[in-house]
């Protein structure tokens, strides 16, 4: 056949029917749980990573209303419990979360929803949210790393887990605090869609995404930090404010604003005979009457050294107590 009459066969060959094309997959689902007391970063870092991942994001509250965020932002919802769609995803935030956790409703909404979904995601404390549907029992899961004795106490079912960015129990994934809900919401992207999906959608987010080797507050060493048995308690008014908290796993540092009518070395003093009492701490003996510190042996292990030293009063009459906690060799 001639060139020409090559050509001419190629263009005039029929065109494949409409009803022929096959359609898109349908979107992956997510629906985030909001309610009045919400933490920002644990349920719009999360709707970030799923809405970059292409999913189809969209907000679930009681009835459908705006809610008020932990720090008074409004945020306007798509569906009430009644017509929100059903979901591949679930994602329940934390925040000030004990309304929502002992919501009948809530509790309802969310095992008729984690029935049929692929993935239930928690991120910081709203742990407590999906604890208390009796999901998380007999399984695995993580929170908030001041959250930890909180769920050990009220969920003696869940084995709580301390050292864990993220933990998977089958289609149950909990995440620790705040930022943590963007590593874990990749980690169910990775689950669903494979791991190249998750770190392109990382990498767009210009977000460090390390899945193996992440931080892990619950292994700071403020977690080892402790204090006398007996609160330290005021009759005088007292105030303690927390003013600035840092470290690594093997030693801590936080300061507090004491605003006292007792002296540097009464507030040390207080404290030192409430450690005196503590038998499972070891009192070292300080020249500096403004300086304590103990010695004693964690729970989950290792020696540790705790020190409190008081600063010169500042020309409004308070001052600072600096506590330094470092594990011993």
């Given amino acids: ?62 009835e459908g209303k705006a809610v008020k965020t932990a720090m008074n932002l409004s945020v306007n919802v798509d569906h009430s419990f009644a017509d929100a769609p059903a979901a591949d995803i679930i994602l329940v935030p934390g925040g000030d979360v004990e309304t929502a956790a002992n919501d009948e409703a809530t509790r309802a909404w969310l095992l008729r929803s984690a029935a049929t979904a692929a993935q239930v995601m928690s991120v910081c404390t709203g742990s407590d949210i999906l ?14 790393h001041q959250h930890f004795d909180h769920m050990a106490k009220n969920f003696p079912k869940v084995t709580v887990v301390r050292d864990q960015r993220w933990v998977q129990s089958g289609k149950l994934v909990t995440s620790a605090g705040l930022a943590s809900g963007i590593d874990t919401a990749l980690h169910v992207v990775a689950n ?51 003013l600035t908290s840092l470290g690594d796993a093997k030693y801590w540092e936080t300061a507090y604003r004491i605003e006292s009518p007792k002296t540097p070395a009464e507030f040390i003093a207080h404290v030192r005979t409430l450690a005196a009492e503590d038998k499972a701490l070891h009192v070292l003996a300080l020249p500096d009457p403004r300086q304590l510190a103990w010695e004693y042996t964690a729970e989950r292990g290792g020696q540790w050294r705790l020190s409190l030293k008081a600063e010169d009063k500042q020309a409004d009459g308070s001052y600072r107590v600096v506590a330094k906690v470092i594990r011993l060799p």
């Fill in 131 to 144: 604890a208390g549907t009796g999901l998380l029992d007999g399984k695995q899961a993580t929170t908030f």
């Fill in 192 to 242: 669903l869609r494979g791991v190249d999906k998750a770190r392109s959608v990382a990498l767009h987010l210009e977000y460090q995404w390390s899945p193996e080797t992440g931080f892990v507050r619950g292994l700071m060493a403020d977690q080892y930090m402790r204090m006398p048995e007996k609160p330290l308690a005021f009759d005088d008014g007292t105030r303690v404010a927390q």
């Fill in 1 to 62: 056949m001639k060139p020409l009459h090559w050509l001419l066969a190629i263009f005039l060959l029929p065109l494949a029917p409409l009803h022929a094309e096959t359609s898109p997959p349908p979107k992956t689902r997510v629906a985030i749980l909001m309610f009045d007391g919400v933490e920002i970063i644990d349920f719009a870092g999360p709707y970030e990573v799923f809405g970059q991942a292409g999913f189809d994001v969209y907000t679930v509250s009681r």
